[in-house]
């Protein structure tokens, strides 16, 4: 696993083939096969990893927060402290999200995945509900919120001058901005 992620960072997940993966890795493309039938099935356990991995480090900050408040800031910190932590992680899980297919060609993961906006939804309504949050769509605000995450993911590989901590810091203020109260 952790080759096939090696060397999906280095050559992209369309140019890294089982064959490669397995020289990489010093076995033959036998041992590969007989774990994985396919590069499909590798990559989706490479993607099912690498969200996983992120998962978890998100998971804890949740389960940490007393309000939904210190929830969306620790959801944001702990999104935007992974990609900071591991811009090589999320360059493949940003390739492989932007290319993988299933086998009708359509994309393998996108909207039709909403289960991360879903759960920031969960935590949106409920500061709703806690009067933490003023009235707002909250999956139109949970989209917003993931694509500026998302949009962390995509800079962090490609542009030398992004600063992280600045990043954070000013998306933490704009979406308390967002939802805070009216006083």
Request: proline share 3%; with cysteine; net charge negative.
């Amino acid at each position: 696993m952790e080759c096939a992620i090696d060397t999906m960072s280095e050559l992209g997940y369309a140019r890294s083939s089982l064959a490669e993966i397995a020289k990489r890795a010093g076995i033959s493309k036998g041992v590969i096969a007989y774990h994985f039938t396919s590069k499909n099935e590798l990559t989706e356990q490479v993607a099912l990893e690498l969200f996983g991995r992120a998962g978890r480090l998100i998971d804890t900050r949740l389960e940490e927060a007393p309000t939904a408040t210190a929830a969306l800031r620790g959801y944001l910190e702990a999104n935007l402290a992974f990609i900071g932590a591991n811009p090589d992680l999320v360059r493949v899980l940003t390739d492989i999200v932007m290319n993988f297919r299933d086998a009708d060609g359509s994309p393998r993961y996108g909207p039709q995945d909403d289960g991360l906006i879903e759960h920031l939804e969960g935590t949106l309504r409920h500061g709703q509900e806690t009067g933490e949050f003023r009235d707002f769509a909250t999956r139109a605000m949970a989209i917003a919120i993931r694509a500026a995450v998302d949009a962390a993911a995509g800079r962090i590989g490609r542009d030398p001058r992004f600063d992280i901590g600045t990043y954070t810091r000013e998306l933490i203020t704009l979406v308390g901005l967002a939802t805070a109260k009216s006083p």
